[in-house]
């Protein structure tokens, strides 16, 4: 809606901590809109400028003899100004660095009293109105009124594990867990979460089973055992062998998902653990496309945008052009793209020449010979056929 123009906040007059609730709810989309190009970038772009800033900023400060600038010093907040322009900074590259999995590890997230969190949730119910319905799923304010609507810290504890982004504070989005079906007729509790290890429990509400698909925020690379199961006294764990649903073997990654299927009125535990690591780059590059904005059919010309959003070099980029029967009928290589570690986007376009849009898909490394931050922004469909 404009409120940032080039990078910059220009909607005035506002103070600089109100600036920063603009940031938060923007941050909010690296997961919703995960690996798409144009949010990454547009974090890049504020990034740059606000970097740029406090470099002046500290530059006239050291003509000054003063240090540079410190956000955690008791006189912080005295400057707004500097105060403020280095909260946006931080908060940025907190986002930027979280997607190529370079801040901190989060807290172990650990539900220790299943019936104290039950307690709460119904003192929640009790208390829940219009008013709150309102500000909470309506009106939701960014603002003063941010987490005023009772239960909204403890629902994503329960169904997602970690917390939201902090409003002040930058930290690293730290769900355990996502889930892709949004019917509140599946309760969910997530229990336990740590790189290796995930423990949830779901109560399908439904006279009929339901599928739903479990995406991991904090796991390491490795070779995991997945067992789902019936926990009929409700302490977390899967009753037995006769209670057993699935066992199986996966090999996962951050951000991979879960196909599950969960049965009508049965308490179902989930359990992922970790049984060997696999080694994984410090920096992969993330080459993506995004599939409104960078695909263009003029005549018999397909022109396209490719972009590198991870934090390492990507090589021998296969871009391939199929049609309906999965036949390659046009290709490109991109012999090389850099990092944005500078915070400049990194895009580059081709055109492929194609008749009478016979074309179904475009696909980035169709064979998975680059290993990437994100796998799951490398296809686009034609929508017009």
Known sequence: IGIYKDGYCDVWPIDYLHVTDFITSRGLLFPYALGDPYVFERELKTARVYSDLMKSNNAERAKNGLPAYDLSSELAR???????????LDYELTQIHWYWGKTPEPKTHHILDRKEIAREMMNIAIKYDNTAEYNWTKAMRHTDKQGSAPGRRQLITAALGGKLPGRIEPHPHSMVVSWSNPDPDIARLVSYGDPKTVKANLYNFKPQPQDISMRLWRIVKGEYLLTVGRDIDDDGEIDSTQGLLRNEKLTLDRFSTIDLTIPSNENVAIHLTLTKSI????????????????????????IVSIHNIGNGVAENISVEVLDKNNQVIAQEVISHMEAPEDLIPKVKQMEFELKDNAWHKLVIDRKGLIEEVYEGNNVVFNSSN
Do not use: F
Request: net charge neutral.
């Open 78 to 88: 005295k400057d707004p100004k500097l105060w403020g322009e280095q909260t946006v």
């Open 279 to 302: 080694n994984k780059p410090s920096s992969l590059p993330d080459i993506a496309i995004h599939p409104t904005k960078d695909i263009q059919q003029i005549d018999q010309k397909l």
